[in-house]
C-alpha cells in the first residue's frame, strides 16, 4: 500500500499532497512530535520539607510536527501555484479556531507504507520559512529545475485519531443481566452477548434493581414461554379472540423479584387488526386496571394496537401505587396483562430470538477490546428517550429535561452500581442498614417495590441517627455527585432537611466527612430530587482498595426544620453519579415543555463530530438526525471521553422540571436507548489497530 502524508479538508481542490515525487510539494525531512504535559495545565505540589514534588494535574499539550518540503515545479508559475496552495489551506485551517463562519476542519492525514490503516490530526496552528527569493536562484533558474528547495514547515496539530475530524466509529454496546439463572437484555438465542449499535436495541432504565419477569403465559394458563426453547413463539393464541390475555409477571417464589416497568420484545411477525379491534395493557390492584403507559410496539397515535411492529421495541408504564400481586396459573406475584378486544380478527404477533424482558438496569456496557488509541477516546453519546410520547389518554407524556451521565470503568469494581436501593439489593458490595426506628415500607411504584419510611415525628431539629446507611467496600472507591429521590408525606411541622455524612463506621465520628445541608421544600410530591453535594469514599487519600480494613458508611442523615406532628417521609432511592473519569449534567435552560425528550427524540451529547467545541449538546430527532435546541452542559471544561482499552459502563439518571412545584423530579420508569459513537486518540502512531 502506498504511503499517504497530506494536509487536507476532505476535498480534493483543497488537498496538499506532502509525497508528490515531482511536481508539487515534496517532503525532505519530518520529525514526528509527540505531546507534552501542557505548561498551563501541569500543577505540582511541591514541599520545601521533602524531596522532590508530587505531580497532581498533568494534561497534554498539543502536538508539533516539524518537517522540510520542497516545491518544485516546470515553472516558478506552478511553483508559485502550489505554494498559494498550501497557504491558502493553512490560512484555512487557523480560520477555523478563530472565526465563527469557517467550520470546515484542515487535518494532516498520514499512513506508512506497510501500514492498513491512517492516522489523523486537526491542524491548530502552523509556521513556513526560508523561502527564497523569486528572482534568484534556485527559483529562476531553467523551468525543469524551478523550486523552492528548503522550506521549514512546523504544525501544531490535535491528538492523531482513528477516524477523518468530524467523524466516528459506531461502538457496540449491550447490558445483558441474569435473573433466576436466565440471561436477560442483549443475548441470542443460545444465551450469549449480543453488541448493538444502532438505535432502540439497548436499553437503559432510571433506577437499577434486581427483579425481572419469570413467567408469560398465554391466556393465563399453559406453557410458561421464559423457558421456551425454540424460536420464534406466538405471544397470543394462535387464533385469539375476544377476552383473550396474555400475562407478563414476576413470582414471588424467586428471590429479589418485584414489581417492573417495561417489557421489551424481538418481534418477527406482527399482529394484525381487523375493523375496530384493539388491546390494552393492565395490572393487578385487587381487579384488573388499565395502567398509563407508552408502548412502542404499537402505532404512536394510535397506542391501541399492541405488538404489531416488527423488531426490537418495547413498552413502558408508570408502576401504579395501588399494585398488588396476585395469583396467575398457580404463580404468585406481580402480574401485568395485554387485554385483547376482538371485533373482526387479530392475529398472533411472533418472538424472534430471545427472551422476553422487562429492564432494571441503568447502565450500558462498552467491552474491554472495543475503545482502541493509547489515551481517552473522543465519544458521542446519543440517549434516545422511549418511554414517553403524546399521544391517547392512556400515555405517559412529560418528557425528561435533565440527564446526569457518567462513565466508569468495570475493573475498578465489577459489582458497583451508583443506584442504592432499600431493599439490600442494590449489589453483593453494599448493604444497607436503616435506622431504628424506620422500616422498609412496601411502595409498588418504588423502583425495588419498598422505600425506606420514617415518621415524621421520628425526625429530629438537629441531625442524629436518623437516616438510612449503606455500608460500602473496595468496589465503590471514589468521587461522586449524591442524588436522593424522596416522598415527602409529612405535614404540620417544618419542612425535612438532608446531608450526607461519610466515614468508616458509627464509633468513628471523627474521621466523618459531612456533606452539605440540603432543605426538602415541597410536600406531598412524589419523585422529588434532593441534590446532596459530592462525597468522596473513603474520606481519605491514603487509603487504596486492596487496603481497606474497615467498612465505609455513607448516611443519608435527616433532621427538620421544626417539629413534624404526623405523616411519613420515604426515601425511594440514591444515585451517586460518578465524576472521576467522565461526566456531565445536561439540561435544557427554561422549564417549557417545548424540546422535553419525548419518544423519539434524544439527548446528543458529542465531542466527536464538531472538533472546535469541547463538547456540545443538543436535541436531537431521531427520525431525521437533525438537531434543535441545544442544552446546557455542566462542568463544561472538557470533552466527553471513553477510556482506552477499559471495559465501562455508561450510567445515567434522567429529571424533568416540574413548574408545580419549582423543583426537578425524577421517574424510575423513564427509559432511554443510548447509540455510541467514538474517533480513539493516539500519541504517535497507531499499527495495526
Known amino acids: 500500500m502506498w504511503a499517504v502524508f497530506r494536509i487536507t479538508d476532505g476535498t480534493p481542490e483543497n488537498t496538499v499532497d506532502l509525497l508528490a515525487q515531482g511536481d508539487g510539494v515534496n517532503l525532505i525531512d519530518w520529525q514526528p512530535g509527540i505531546p507534552t504535559a501542557k505548561d498551563s495545565g501541569t500543577v505540582w505540589r511541591s514541599s520545601p520539607l521533602s524531596d522532590g514534588r508530587r505531580l497532581i494535574s498533568r494534561p497534554w499539550s498539543s502536538g508539533f510536527e516539524t518537517m522540510t518540503i520542497a ?22 485551517a487557523f480560520q477555523h479556531w478563530t472565526t465563527k463562519w469557517q467550520y470546515d476542519e484542515v487535518w494532516l492525514e498520514v499512513r506508512g507504507q506497510d501500514e492498513d490503516n491512517s492516522l489523523y490530526a486537526i491542524i491548530k496552528d502552523w509556521g513556513l520559512a526560508n523561502f527564497t527569493s523569486r528572482i534568484d ?73 434486581i427483579a425481572n419477569i419469570t413467567h408469560i403465559f398465554v391466556n393465563g394458563a399453559g406453557a410458561n414461554l421464559i423457558d421456551a426453547a425454540v424460536y420464534p413463539l406466538n405471544i397470543f393464541a394462535a387464533a385469539p379472540s375476544d377476552g ?61 394496537e399492541p405488538l404489531s411492529q416488527t423488531g426490537v421495541n418495547s413498552v413502558h408504564w408508570a408502576q401504579p401505587e395501588d399494585w398488588s400481586t396476585n395469583g396467575v396459573n398457580g404463580v404468585t406475584g406481580y402480574w401485568v396483562r395485554v387485554l385483547l378486544s376482538e371485533t373482526t380478527a387479530i392475529t398472533t404477533p411472533t418472538q424472534q430470538n430471545r427472551k422476553i424482558y422487562s429492564v432494571p438496569w441503568g447502565y450500558t456496557e462498552i467491552q474491554e477490546d472495543v475503545v482502541g488509541g493509547d489515551i481517552n477516546s473522543l465519544a458521542r453519546v446519543v440517549m434516545e428517550n422511549v418511554s414517553e410520547g403524546n399521544y391517547g389518554a392512556q400515555v405517559l407524556y412529560t418528557g425528561p429535561s435533565r440527564m446526569l451521565i457518567g462513565t466508569r470503568s468495570v475493573d475498578r469494581g465489577e459489582n458497583f452500581t451508583p443506584w442504592l436501593m432499600m431493599d439490600q439489593e442494590t449489589s453483593a458490595y453494599t448493604s444497607l442498614l436503616p435506622d431504628a426506628p424506620a422500616t422498609r415500607a412496601t411502595r409498588s ?38 442524588y436522593a429521590r424522596v416522598y415527602d408525606a409529612t405535614a404540620y411541622g417544618g419542612n425535612v432537611v438532608a446531608r450526607t455524612a461519610v466515614g468508616y463506621s458509627t464509633s468513628m465520628d471523627e474521621y466523618t466527612v459531612y456533606g452539605e445541608e440540603v432543605e426538602l421544600e415541597n410536600a406531598n410530591s412524589r419523585w422529588e430530587v434532593m441534590e446532596l453535594g459530592r462525597i468522596t469514599i473513603p474520606p481519605s487519600d491514603t487509603l487504596r482498595p486492596a487496603d481497606v480494613a474497615l467498612d465505609g458508611i455513607l448516611t443519608i442523615q435527616l433532621k427538620c426544620t421544626s417539629a413534624i406532628s404526623t405523616g411519613n417521609f420515604y426515601l425511594y432511592d440514591v444515585f451517586l453519579l460518578p465524576v472521576d473519569e467522565c461526566a456531565g449534567n445536561f439540561f435544557k435552560a427554561n422549564s417549557t415543555d417545548e424540546w422535553r425528550l419525548v419518544s423519539g427524540r434524544a439527548l446528543d451529547v458529542d465531542s466527536v463530530s464538531f472538533q472546535r467545541e469541547l463538547i456540545r449538546t443538543h436535541y436531537y430527532v431521531v427520525s431525521t438526525g437533525v438537531l434543535a435546541a441545544p442544552y446546557v452542559v455542566e462542568p463544561t471544561g472538557d470533552r466527553f471521553t471513553l477510556q482506552a482499552g477499559s471495559q465501562q459502563r455508561i450510567w445515567a439518571m434522567t429529571m424533568y422540571w416540574s413548574d408545580y412545584t419549582s423543583s426537578w423530579r425524577s421517574r424510575p420508569w423513564d427509559c432511554s436507548c443510548p447509540v455510541v459513537r467514538r474517533n480513539d486518540r493516539y500519541l504517535l502512531a497507531r499499527g495495526d489497530e
Not at 515553472?75 to 497557504?87: A, M, P, Q
Not at 383473550?244 to 417492573?260: E, K, L, M, R, W
Request: aromatic residues 14%; hydrophobic residues 35%.
Open 244 to 304: 383473550d390475555a396474555t400475562y407478563f409477571g414476576s413470582s414471588n417464589a424467586v428471590t429479589d423479584y418485584g414489581p417492573f416497568c417495561s417489557l421489551v420484545f424481538d418481534i418477527a411477525t406482527a399482529a394484525t387488526y381487523g375493523a375496530g379491534d384493539s388491546a390494552k395493557w393492565q395490572y393487578w390492584n385487587g381487579a384488573w386496571t388499565d395502567l398509563t403507559y407508552w408502548d412502542n410496539t404499537a402505532p404512536s397515535a394510535s397506542q391501541d
Open 137 to 209: 536562484s534556485p527559483h529562476a533558474v531553467a523551468a525543469w529545475m524551478a523550486a523552492q528547495p528548503q522550506i521549514s514547515l512546523s504544525i501544531e496539530r490535535d491528538h492523531w485519531t482513528a477516524n477523518q475530524p468530524g467523524t466516528g466509529t459506531a461502538t457496540p454496546i449491550s447490558a445483558v443481566e441474569t435473573f433466576n439463572n436466565v440471561p436477560l437484555g442483549n443475548v441470542d438465542e443460545s444465551g450469549e452477548r449480543d453488541t448493538e449499535t444502532a438505535f432502540s436495541q439497548v436499553f437503559l432504565a432510571n433506577k437499577h434493581n
Open 445 to 482: 411504584e418504588s423502583p425495588c417495590g419498598v422505600a425506606y419510611c420514617t415518621p415524621g415525628t421520628n425526625i429530629p431539629t438537629s441531625f442524629g441517627d436518623v437516616g438510612p446507611q449503606w455500608y460500602f467496600y473496595e468496589d465503590y472507591f471514589g468521587t461522586f455527585a449524591v
Open 71 to 92: 516545491i518544485k515545479g516546470g515553472s516558478s508559475r506552478r511553483v508559485v501555484k502550489d505554494t498559494r496552495l498550501l497557504t491558502n489551506v493553512l490560512i484555512k
